[in-house]
């Protein structure tokens, strides 16, 4: 019983809703059985014996296992939409579990028991609980070293990768944050659009670096090898696109974009979130 830790337990509910082709279960999270003697900090998640009512969003799944391995909650268009593109770049099973963030389910006491920053995406993986994209995207990575999507230590790139993938999480998202979001930070509407503008003139300075870095060694962020650095910056990209100079203006930025946007598993994720690149945004 490794993962008696926490106070609840994950299991589904009745109701389903719908997006393209696949359904996803909603999820409710009820008291643990072993609630009061158990001290550690993750909730506890077992799914209940009986799952008729829900499915399984899984690729190559194989006959007599049909577990999912991961569990990612989403919502459409967020920060998650990069580790659900590797999910399917692996190519492991997994589950998509809907937080829609516009009926504040990011803010139910059940959500906030798995991830206490009511933000999406969030991924269980056994009884373990991880959250942010980044730190979501090594794990995954790191767990599928034969999937080949980041350099393991000892690479030569290992360094470049880790680089760009915490600037791009602490500094680049940062500045998308303060333009999506403004309303987080400050209490007043001239403060906020003030600081939007401020957010694009710096998000300007920082594609065009990314721009003569893939210009000077593209096609991809690590020169010709693909990685889950570029699928993670195409999903920043994505969320440009209603601003003066979205990424897809930068020709090398564009590039790129149409390199990963061709790929099997982005366009499956696109479709499972029900979103087009010029679609709706929740982040
Ligand atoms: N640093 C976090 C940011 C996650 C984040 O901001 N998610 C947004 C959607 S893109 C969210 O959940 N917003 C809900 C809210 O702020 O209420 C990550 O990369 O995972």
Same mark, same amino acid.
């Given at each position: 019983m490794p993962f008696f830790a926490g106070h609840h337990r994950l299991t589904p509910t009745s109701s389903l809703s719908a997006t393209p082709k696949i359904r996803y279960a909603s999820w409710s999270l009820a008291s643990s059985d072993h609630s009061r003697s158990c001290a550690r900090a993750w909730p506890v998640i077992r799914p209940r %014996?009986?799952? =008729?009512a829900r499915e399984r969003c899984m690729v190559r799944e194989e006959p007599g296992n049909e577990r999912p391995v991961y569990r990612l909650f989403w919502d459409r268009g967020s920060a998650n939409m990069a580790p659900h593109a590797v999910l399917r770049e692996i190519g492991c099973r997994f589950e998509l579990i809907r937080v829609d963030i516009s009926k504040g389910e990011n803010r139910a006491p059940a959500y906030l028991a798995l991830n206490p920053n009511a933000r999406v995406p969030t991924l269980v993986h056994g009884g373990r609980v991880i959250y942010e994209s980044a730190a979501i995207l090594m794990y995954l990575c790191e767990a599928h #070293? !034969? =999937? /080949? @999507?980041m350099p393991l #230590? /000892? !690479? #030569?790139d290992r360094g470049a990768f880790l680089q760009w993938l915490f600037w791009m999480t602490n500094t680049l998202q940062e500045d998308l944050q303060h333009w999506w979001h403004a309303d987080n930070y400050l209490d007043g509407e001239a403060c906020r659009h003030e600081m939007k503008i401020v957010a694009e003139r710096r998000l300007e300075r920082m594609f065009s670096q990314l721009d003569s870095h893939l210009a000077a060694g593209g096609p991809y962020m690590l020169g010709n090898r693909f990685s889950a650095l570029d699928v993670f910056l195409v999903m920043l990209c994505r969320w440009?696109?209603?601003? =003066? @100079? #979205? %990424?897809?203006?930068y020709a090398n930025l564009n590039r790129l974009i149409g390199l990963v946007t061709a790929r099997p598993a982005w366009a499956a994720m696109m479709l499972a979130e029900g979103i087009d690149w010029n679609g709706p945004l929740a982040s």
């Open positions: %014996a009986k799952t =008729a #070293p !034969d =999937a /080949g @999507l #230590p /000892g !690479d #030569p440009t696109r209603a601003m =003066a @100079l #979205p %990424a897809t203006s």
